[in-house]
Protein backbone atom coordinates (compact mmCIF):
# COMPACT_ATOMS: atom_id res chain seq x y z
CA UNK A 1 0.00 0.00 0.00
CA UNK A 2 1.03 3.59 -0.96
CA UNK A 3 0.08 6.55 1.04
CA UNK A 4 -0.04 9.80 -0.94
CA UNK A 5 0.66 12.90 1.05
CA UNK A 6 -1.11 16.23 -0.33
CA UNK A 7 -0.60 19.40 1.92
CA UNK A 8 -3.10 22.09 0.59
CA UNK A 9 -3.18 25.58 1.56
CA UNK A 10 -6.87 26.81 0.70
CA UNK A 11 -7.70 30.76 0.81
CA UNK A 12 -9.40 32.25 4.37
CA UNK A 13 -12.07 31.35 5.12
CA UNK A 14 -13.23 28.80 2.73
CA UNK A 15 -12.98 25.98 5.18
CA UNK A 16 -16.51 24.85 5.30
CA UNK A 17 -17.14 25.07 1.42
CA UNK A 18 -13.93 23.06 0.89
CA UNK A 19 -14.43 20.27 3.25
CA UNK A 20 -17.47 19.90 1.44
CA UNK A 21 -16.13 20.13 -2.07
CA UNK A 22 -13.24 17.37 -1.37
CA UNK A 23 -15.32 15.15 0.42
CA UNK A 24 -17.53 14.99 -2.84
CA UNK A 25 -14.37 14.64 -4.87
CA UNK A 26 -12.89 12.52 -3.00
CA UNK A 27 -15.99 10.03 -2.92
CA UNK A 28 -17.30 10.35 -6.18
CA UNK A 29 -14.28 10.95 -8.79
CA UNK A 30 -11.41 9.66 -7.16
CA UNK A 31 -13.10 6.94 -4.73
CA UNK A 32 -14.33 5.01 -8.68
CA UNK A 33 -10.18 5.24 -9.74
CA UNK A 34 -8.76 1.59 -9.95
CA UNK A 35 -6.15 0.74 -6.94
CA UNK A 36 -8.03 3.58 -4.58
CA UNK A 37 -7.89 1.82 -0.87
CA UNK A 38 -9.17 4.77 1.11
CA UNK A 39 -8.80 8.71 2.58
CA UNK A 40 -8.52 10.95 5.10
CA UNK A 41 -9.17 14.63 5.43
CA UNK A 42 -7.19 16.45 7.96
CA UNK A 43 -7.08 19.94 9.30
CA UNK A 44 -4.38 22.05 10.65
CA UNK A 45 -5.45 23.50 14.54
CA UNK A 46 -2.29 26.05 14.26
CA UNK A 47 -3.35 26.82 10.15
CA UNK A 48 -7.22 26.40 9.93
CA UNK A 49 -6.09 27.07 5.66
CA UNK A 50 -3.94 24.43 6.20
CA UNK A 51 -4.87 20.93 6.01
CA UNK A 52 -3.49 17.31 4.82
CA UNK A 53 -4.62 14.77 2.14
CA UNK A 54 -4.18 11.33 2.69
CA UNK A 55 -4.83 8.75 0.13
CA UNK A 56 -4.26 5.15 0.04
CA UNK A 57 -3.22 3.25 -3.09
CA UNK A 58 -2.28 -0.46 -4.11
CA UNK A 59 0.44 1.39 -6.14
CA UNK A 60 2.52 4.12 -6.65
CA UNK A 61 1.37 3.54 -10.39
CA UNK A 62 -2.63 3.61 -9.97
CA UNK A 63 -2.17 6.60 -8.85
CA UNK A 64 1.15 8.54 -10.77
CA UNK A 65 -0.44 6.86 -14.05
CA UNK A 66 -3.48 5.55 -13.84
CA UNK A 67 -5.26 7.80 -11.89
CA UNK A 68 -3.51 11.34 -13.17
CA UNK A 69 -3.51 9.77 -16.87
CA UNK A 70 -7.31 9.80 -16.43
CA UNK A 71 -10.39 12.02 -17.39
CA UNK A 72 -10.94 11.88 -13.77
CA UNK A 73 -8.03 13.81 -12.49
CA UNK A 74 -9.16 16.94 -14.96
CA UNK A 75 -12.98 16.34 -12.93
CA UNK A 76 -11.42 16.26 -9.42
CA UNK A 77 -9.03 19.28 -10.02
CA UNK A 78 -12.29 21.65 -11.87
CA UNK A 79 -14.05 20.39 -8.21
CA UNK A 80 -11.09 21.48 -5.91
CA UNK A 81 -8.13 23.78 -7.60
CA UNK A 82 -10.35 27.15 -7.17
CA UNK A 83 -9.84 26.89 -3.63
CA UNK A 84 -5.81 26.58 -3.37
CA UNK A 85 -4.41 29.83 -2.78
CA UNK A 86 -0.74 27.76 -4.17
CA UNK A 87 -0.31 24.39 -5.85
CA UNK A 88 -0.51 21.59 -3.23
CA UNK A 89 2.78 19.79 -1.98
CA UNK A 90 2.34 15.76 -2.58
CA UNK A 91 4.65 13.30 -1.64
CA UNK A 92 4.13 9.23 -1.41
CA UNK A 93 5.14 6.97 1.50
CA UNK A 94 5.56 3.93 2.29
CA UNK A 95 5.49 1.47 5.24
CA UNK A 96 8.76 0.13 6.79
CA UNK A 97 9.37 -2.19 9.00
CA UNK A 98 8.90 -1.53 12.87
CA UNK A 99 12.71 -0.93 14.26
CA UNK A 100 13.61 -2.01 18.04
CA UNK A 101 12.72 0.38 20.25
CA UNK A 102 16.84 0.20 21.80
CA UNK A 103 18.14 1.44 18.22
CA UNK A 104 15.27 3.87 18.07
CA UNK A 105 15.98 5.50 21.72
CA UNK A 106 20.08 5.53 20.43
CA UNK A 107 19.15 7.18 16.85
CA UNK A 108 16.77 10.08 18.71
CA UNK A 109 19.91 10.01 21.26
CA UNK A 110 22.10 11.16 18.11
CA UNK A 111 20.50 13.52 16.46
CA UNK A 112 19.49 15.27 19.18
CA UNK A 113 23.20 16.24 20.01
CA UNK A 114 24.76 16.25 16.50
CA UNK A 115 23.04 19.92 15.67
CA UNK A 116 20.56 18.57 13.10
CA UNK A 117 17.77 20.16 15.15
CA UNK A 118 19.22 23.68 14.97
CA UNK A 119 19.66 23.27 11.06
CA UNK A 120 15.71 24.56 10.05
CA UNK A 121 17.10 28.46 10.93
CA UNK A 122 20.57 27.82 8.99
CA UNK A 123 18.42 26.69 6.14
CA UNK A 124 16.68 29.80 5.98
CA UNK A 125 19.92 31.64 6.38
CA UNK A 126 22.08 29.90 3.81
CA UNK A 127 18.42 30.39 1.16
CA UNK A 128 19.50 34.32 1.63
CA UNK A 129 22.80 33.81 0.86
CA UNK A 130 21.74 31.90 -2.48
CA UNK A 131 19.28 34.56 -3.38
CA UNK A 132 21.92 37.48 -2.74
CA UNK A 133 24.54 35.39 -5.01
CA UNK A 134 22.59 35.56 -7.92
CA UNK A 135 22.67 39.13 -7.94
CA UNK A 136 25.81 39.86 -9.71
CA UNK A 137 24.50 37.71 -12.78
CA UNK A 138 21.12 39.76 -12.75
CA UNK A 139 23.62 43.22 -12.61
CA UNK A 140 24.73 41.99 -15.42
CA UNK A 141 22.34 41.37 -17.19
CA UNK A 142 20.86 44.60 -16.67
CA UNK A 143 23.71 45.98 -18.55
CA UNK A 144 23.09 46.81 -22.34
CA UNK A 145 24.88 44.15 -24.53
CA UNK A 146 23.98 41.53 -27.43
CA UNK A 147 22.37 38.38 -27.05
CA UNK A 148 26.12 35.85 -26.79
CA UNK A 149 25.63 32.33 -25.02
CA UNK A 150 26.81 33.44 -22.28
CA UNK A 151 23.77 35.90 -21.26
CA UNK A 152 21.26 33.44 -21.98
CA UNK A 153 23.12 31.03 -19.81
CA UNK A 154 23.20 33.67 -17.09
CA UNK A 155 19.60 34.97 -18.11
CA UNK A 156 18.53 31.03 -17.14
CA UNK A 157 20.54 30.73 -14.23
CA UNK A 158 18.44 33.61 -12.57
CA UNK A 159 15.18 32.37 -13.76
CA UNK A 160 15.92 29.09 -12.07
CA UNK A 161 16.71 31.27 -9.08
CA UNK A 162 14.05 33.41 -8.71
CA UNK A 163 11.59 30.30 -9.69
CA UNK A 164 12.85 27.55 -7.82
CA UNK A 165 14.87 29.43 -4.83
CA UNK A 166 12.87 32.48 -4.03
CA UNK A 167 9.29 31.76 -4.70
CA UNK A 168 9.82 28.40 -2.83
CA UNK A 169 12.01 30.36 0.05
CA UNK A 170 9.08 32.62 0.57
CA UNK A 171 6.10 29.87 0.85
CA UNK A 172 8.45 27.94 3.09
CA UNK A 173 9.08 30.87 5.45
CA UNK A 174 5.33 32.01 5.58
CA UNK A 175 3.79 28.34 5.91
CA UNK A 176 6.51 26.92 8.31
CA UNK A 177 8.65 29.16 10.21
CA UNK A 178 6.31 32.07 10.41
CA UNK A 179 3.50 29.60 11.93
CA UNK A 180 6.27 28.03 13.94
CA UNK A 181 7.38 30.80 15.38
CA UNK A 182 3.99 32.59 16.19
CA UNK A 183 2.53 29.17 17.63
CA UNK A 184 5.43 28.77 19.84
CA UNK A 185 5.68 32.70 21.32
CA UNK A 186 4.71 33.40 24.72
CA UNK A 187 1.37 35.60 24.90
CA UNK A 188 1.47 38.69 24.92
CA UNK A 189 4.76 40.75 24.56
CA UNK A 190 6.63 38.23 22.75
CA UNK A 191 3.92 37.24 20.37
CA UNK A 192 2.91 40.64 19.76
CA UNK A 193 6.70 41.33 18.67
CA UNK A 194 6.56 38.34 16.23
CA UNK A 195 3.22 39.01 14.95
CA UNK A 196 4.61 42.25 13.88
CA UNK A 197 7.24 41.15 12.69
CA UNK A 198 5.74 38.59 10.71
CA UNK A 199 3.40 41.24 8.99
CA UNK A 200 6.21 43.37 7.93
CA UNK A 201 8.21 40.60 6.29
CA UNK A 202 5.09 38.90 4.29
CA UNK A 203 4.91 42.74 3.45
CA UNK A 204 8.18 42.84 2.00
CA UNK A 205 7.95 39.18 0.38
CA UNK A 206 5.05 40.67 -1.83
CA UNK A 207 7.08 43.49 -3.07
CA UNK A 208 9.97 41.20 -3.55
CA UNK A 209 7.85 38.84 -5.54
CA UNK A 210 5.74 42.17 -7.93
CA UNK A 211 9.26 43.39 -8.69
CA UNK A 212 10.81 39.92 -9.78
CA UNK A 213 7.52 39.36 -12.13
CA UNK A 214 7.85 42.76 -14.10
CA UNK A 215 11.44 41.29 -14.47
CA UNK A 216 10.14 37.78 -15.86
CA UNK A 217 9.70 38.45 -19.25
CA UNK A 218 12.80 40.32 -20.48
CA UNK A 219 14.22 37.47 -18.78
CA UNK A 220 12.67 34.59 -19.87
CA UNK A 221 13.33 36.43 -23.49
CA UNK A 222 17.01 36.57 -22.65
CA UNK A 223 16.91 32.47 -21.63
CA UNK A 224 15.55 32.14 -24.77
CA UNK A 225 18.50 33.85 -26.80
CA UNK A 226 16.42 36.57 -27.56
CA UNK A 227 17.27 40.23 -27.96
CA UNK A 228 15.76 42.08 -24.53
CA UNK A 229 17.17 44.04 -21.70
CA UNK A 230 15.78 44.39 -18.62
CA UNK A 231 15.09 47.95 -16.78
CA UNK A 232 18.18 48.90 -14.93
CA UNK A 233 16.89 50.98 -12.64
CA UNK A 234 14.12 48.33 -11.66
CA UNK A 235 17.19 45.58 -11.15
CA UNK A 236 18.97 48.23 -8.79
CA UNK A 237 15.73 48.81 -6.84
CA UNK A 238 14.99 44.73 -6.04
CA UNK A 239 18.90 44.13 -5.32
CA UNK A 240 18.95 46.90 -2.86
CA UNK A 241 15.28 46.19 -1.18
CA UNK A 242 16.15 42.14 -0.81
CA UNK A 243 19.57 42.76 0.45
CA UNK A 244 17.44 45.41 3.21
CA UNK A 245 14.92 42.77 3.58
CA UNK A 246 17.30 39.78 4.02
CA UNK A 247 20.03 41.98 6.55
CA UNK A 248 16.91 42.73 8.78
CA UNK A 249 15.94 39.20 8.73
CA UNK A 250 19.16 37.86 9.50
CA UNK A 251 19.86 40.24 12.42
CA UNK A 252 16.20 40.23 13.97
CA UNK A 253 13.85 37.83 13.19
CA UNK A 254 15.92 34.88 12.63
CA UNK A 255 17.70 34.94 16.16
CA UNK A 256 14.54 35.14 17.34
CA UNK A 257 13.00 32.35 15.80
CA UNK A 258 16.34 30.66 17.00
CA UNK A 259 15.65 31.50 20.44
CA UNK A 260 11.18 30.86 20.71
CA UNK A 261 11.97 27.21 18.82
CA UNK A 262 14.98 26.25 20.54
CA UNK A 263 12.73 25.66 23.70
CA UNK A 264 11.45 22.47 22.44
CA UNK A 265 13.62 20.28 20.34
CA UNK A 266 10.50 18.37 18.97
CA UNK A 267 9.42 21.74 17.55
CA UNK A 268 12.74 22.54 16.34
CA UNK A 269 12.34 19.21 14.55
CA UNK A 270 8.73 19.22 13.49
CA UNK A 271 9.94 22.48 11.28
CA UNK A 272 12.95 20.59 9.95
CA UNK A 273 10.66 17.76 9.10
CA UNK A 274 8.41 19.93 7.59
CA UNK A 275 11.19 21.77 5.27
CA UNK A 276 12.06 18.16 4.36
CA UNK A 277 8.72 17.19 2.91
CA UNK A 278 9.02 20.25 0.87
CA UNK A 279 12.50 19.89 -0.30
CA UNK A 280 11.58 16.02 -1.07
CA UNK A 281 8.27 16.68 -2.63
CA UNK A 282 10.01 19.12 -5.26
CA UNK A 283 11.16 16.30 -7.47
CA UNK A 284 8.07 14.83 -6.99
CA UNK A 285 5.85 17.57 -8.34
CA UNK A 286 9.00 17.81 -10.89
CA UNK A 287 7.59 14.56 -12.59
CA UNK A 288 4.04 13.97 -12.20
CA UNK A 289 2.78 17.50 -11.42
CA UNK A 290 0.44 18.73 -8.27
CA UNK A 291 -2.77 15.87 -7.43
Known amino acids: MILEVADIRIAPGRQAEFEQAVHHGLQTVIAKSKGFQGYQVRRSIESPERYLLLLEWDTLEDHTVGF???????QWRSIVVDFFVQPPFTEHFEAIPARPL?????????????????????????????????FDDLTALARPQAPTPLRRDMANRVMDVLRDVVTAHHQEEEAELFSAVLADAVPGEEHAKVESLVNRL?????????????????????ASGGDASLDAEAVAVLVTDYRAHARFEEETFLPLSQTILGRNSDHMAALGLALHIRHVSDDVRRRFGSI
Open 102 to 134: ADVEVALRTSAHDGTMDKPIQDFSDCHADIVSM
Open 68 to 74: RGSAAFA
Open 202 to 222: VAEHRRVEGMVAQLVPALSAM
